[in-house]
């Protein structure tokens, strides 16, 4: 898997939709600016926390485990050069 434009364009701009348009149309009230700091403060956070999925599934630090014999098995199949 690798970077692709349509998923970070998409969950960048729904965040940013969170973050920085919704903040705005808050009705007025006594906790106003703490529903628009939370409504930010969320967005940035849930975004952060997207990227970071996202990212790790280009490069994953675990991969399957494997035994030899499916391995092997892997190998033949799929026409590789099995070494002695």
Known sequence: MGFS????????ALWAV???VLPFVVPKGPN???FQLVLM????????F???CY????NPLIGPKLSNRTLMLMAKNW???IPN
């Open 5 to 12: 434009f349509i998923p970070f364009i998409f969950f960048t």
């Open 18 to 20: 969170v973050g920085i």
């Open 32 to 34: 106003r600016g703490i």
């Open 41 to 48: 403060l969320t967005a940035a956070t849930c975004w952060i």
């Open 50 to 52: 997207w990227l970071c």
């Open 55 to 58: 990212m790790a599934q280009m």
């Open 79 to 81: 026409g590789g050069k």
